[in-house]
């Protein structure tokens, strides 16, 4: 989830957004393909590291992805299933920034045993 800040406006507002990076390639061009985005390349911070690839999906565009791929998720399943009730609720609504918090609170969820 993205906050933006209307540069005219003192209004929030919360956007969907899904970010995915990885050094293998052909994994990364094939989801970046079948959802129409192009990939970009980052350096790693240090030598030893592999260069890396990602993509950023945003709005309705990572809301179908999250939709396609929520039944396989293990440990961001939880978020998923959550940002997926963000497009039942208007924009810009209190409802969109209580998913938002709740987003914020599972970012820290401890998953050891």
């Known amino acids: ?5 209307n ?12 970010s995915i990076s990885s050094c293998y390639y052909p994994t990364l061009k094939y989801l970046a393909d079948k959802m129409d985005r192009n990939l970009t390349s980052g ?4 030598d ?3 260069p890396f690839y990602m993509f950023d999906l945003s709005g309705n565009k990572a809301l ?10 293990k440990e961001k399943k939880e978020q998923a299933y959550l ?5 039942e609720y208007p924009k810009r ?13 599972l970012k820290r969820k401890n998953y050891e045993p």
Do not use: D, W
Not at 43 to 46: G, L
Not at 64 to 73: G, K, N, V
Not at 93 to 105: F, G, K, M, T, V
């Open 93 to 105: 609504s209190a409802q969109h920034e209580a998913i938002y918090n709740q987003l914020r609170r």
């Open 43 to 46: 350096k790693p911070k240090n």
């Open 7 to 18: 540069k005219n406006k003192k209004t929030k507002y919360y956007t969907p957004r899904v």
């Open 1 to 5: 989830m993205e906050t933006n800040k």
């Open 48 to 50: 030893r590291c592999k």
């Open 83 to 87: 940002l997926l009730t963000y497009g």
């Open 64 to 73: 179908i992805f999250i939709r396609a791929i929520a039944p396989y998720l």
